[in-house]
């Protein structure tokens, strides 16, 4: 089994192809080899010059060893396509499969991973790449290499191979000779094959179990979310194991901020989660009672709006709870959808100006508003300068998620009211590596009311908090976050209430949710910001989120809140 990747410079780049062999960490003046439990991987360059360079993965699999060394498929029947697997004599040595992932993995693992000490600039460089193998497995024949590879910025040339050269009136075998050229990271279009090749086999050569949904999404991060056949490409990835299935498509649902019902995934109920849980301290009922059906997992991106009600509700002053070894779980009086990441946000309405304002055109699908929403926010903090962070209403975790696989991020604080949420935060917190959850302390908290804990940080961030909060109760927020935990920086975001006549089925002078005790125009905001900071000691910038509308602005706003030394002195750190 061959596979060549290879690089051409372009006109006036300072690197050279060749340099190609830094980002693989192989040297191009000699051939390696690496041992695999199926056989042997060599790794070779047939040509290695300044202009031009191709690397080539050839795998020489034993199929005895495969069977014998349990590398074969197992627990399956006679009836099923896999059954070849497990024979002697099969296309395993010839054709591209899981094989070849496992190989990507193993031999050019750093280069998966986007790693390159050396060239570490190149490593995030879109290189013209071409990738040849002479024959992939694709039942579904050219038209399926074409839907999967595509979207994701290849060319694909995919050629059906003859089941018998001598007789063509035979027809075409279920093999194809592909070809992929494109402008990539390497570590992308690594990522792209590793997932990608077993989804056209539509087999694997060793047995599925949970750590196979981490791969999935750790390797498709970036990509595999907004893929038109996500779905198709994660039952094909999961060989079908529903089990498996189920929980990849309720976490795709998680990072796209989609209904995990649009997807078929069911999550299991939450009523349990709370075993291990233990809240140390409590504060007052504000009154107002937590709806537990407004916190359903489906609610963080139900079309009614973008949060549930329960993660608004001021319902206690502090609180601290501890979910399994080393995990703290927060609340906060918060929104569950984009506090937390969801998507509530209503669909814009068809304008015939709509794409010469700058939105986005209608049927394209591009990152959500909650993504753009969580990476503005992660990219403030990050100018900021911010390690020590509080994530002030963070509901379900989405940005928890987000920050905690960051490491510039040493520790990071997620507060919210409500405990269902926060178990909800703490389970999807439980499915990232342990070197990444201890440093996420969940706490229960109402943020209109002051927590000495909470001083000290580097940032805070309230995203589309405020907005659910009564007006007569700001001021104690504005007190609470801005004067009495005084963060570094502060990192507001709310919905923009002019956009709102972009939204398809919002009625008039409505609310994009039913829980927004008020939604601001762009100068009641800056009026709203430039007055909090000009009382408690911030300089403050402005940045829209979202595809902006000539007319009516972009359909979130955020305010960078960045704290002077005094009132009127320098700043402290970089807005």
Request: proline share 5%.
């Amino acid at each position: 089994m061959l596979l060549t990747i290879s690089c051409t410079r372009p006109e006036g780049a300072a690197w050279a192809a060749s340099d190609l062999g830094y980002l693989l960490h192989k040297n191009p003046s000699r051939r390696q080899t690496f041992e695999q439990s199926y056989g042997v991987a060599h790794v070779l360059y047939p040509e290695a010059g300044d202009d031009r360079c191709t690397a080539a993965l050839l795998l020489e699999i034993d199929p005895v060893r495969l069977v014998r060394g349990g590398g074969a498929v197992r627990g399956k029947s006679k009836g099923t396509p896999e059954f070849s697997l497990g024979q002697y004599v099969n296309d395993r040595p010839y054709a591209a499969s899981s094989l070849v992932s496992v190989a990507i993995s193993t031999v050019f693992g750093t280069a998966l991973h986007g790693r390159c000490k050396q060239r570490p600039e190149l490593a995030d460089t879109a290189l013209p790449l071409r990738i040849e193998l002479p024959a992939v497995p694709c039942v579904g024949g050219a038209e399926y290499a074409e839907r999967v590879f595509a979207p994701l910025g290849w060319t694909v040339v995919a050629t059906p191979l003859p089941l018998d050269p001598a007789f063509p009136d035979w027809g075409d075998s279920h093999y194809l000779r592909l070809e992929l050229t494109g402008t990539l990271r390497l570590a992308d279009a690594l990522s792209h094959l590793y997932v990608l090749l077993p989804v056209l086999d539509g087999g694997k050569h060793y047995w599925l179990d949970t750590a196979e949904v981490d791969k999935l999404l750790r390797f498709g991060e970036g990509w595999l979310t907004t893929h038109p056949d996500r779905e198709w490409i994660t039952r094909r990835y999961l060989t079908r194991r529903h089990t498996l299935v189920r929980a990849a498509l309720a976490r795709l649902a998680e990072l796209d901020d989609a209904d995990p019902e649009e997807l078929g995934a069911i999550e299991h109920d939450f009523d349990d989660e709370g075993a291990g849980i233990e809240t140390t301290s409590s504060a007052p009922d504000l009154g107002r009672e937590v709806s537990s059906t407004a916190t359903e997992f489906a609610a963080a991106s139900s079309p009614a709006g973008e949060n549930s009600d329960a993660a608004r509700q001021p319902a206690s002053a502090s609180g601290a709870a501890r979910i399994g070894a080393g995990t703290v779980i927060s609340a906060q009086a918060t929104d569950l959808g984009l506090a937390s990441g969801g998507t509530g946000d209503p669909v814009p309405a068809t304008d015939p100006g709509a794409e010469a304002s700058g939105a986005a055109e209608v049927g394209e699908r591009g990152p959500s508003l909650a993504v753009l929403r969580r990476a503005a926010v992660h990219r403030a903090l990050s100018e900021a300068g911010a390690s020590r962070v509080l994530d002030l209403g963070c509901g379900q975790g989405a940005l928890l998620l987000e920050l905690v696989a960051d490491r510039a991020f040493g520790e990071i604080v997620g507060i919210d009211v409500s405990m269902r949420e926060l178990k909800i935060a703490a389970r999807r917190l439980r499915r990232v590596p342990e070197w990444q959850s201890r440093r996420v302390t969940l706490r229960q908290g109402a943020l209109t009311y002051t927590d000495a804990a909470l001083r000290g940080y580097d940032a805070a961030v309230l995203m589309e908090v405020i907005e659910h909060v009564d007006v007569p109760r700001l001021k104690a927020l504005e007190h609470a976050v801005f004067g009495a935990a005084a963060p570094g920086a502060v990192v507001v975001t709310t919905p923009n209430s002019e956009y709102n006549v972009r939204y398809d089925g919002l009625d008039a002078g409505a609310f994009r949710h039913s829980d927004h005790r008020f939604e601001w125009s762009r100068a009641e905001f800056a009026d709203w910001v430039e007055r909090v900071g000009g009382t408690y000691g911030y300089a403050v910038r402005f940045e829209p989120i979202g595809p902006e509308d000539a007319e009516v602005g972009a359909s979130t706003q955020m305010a960078v809140f960045t704290k002077r030394d005094g009132k009127n002195g320098d700043e402290k750190g970089v807005a």
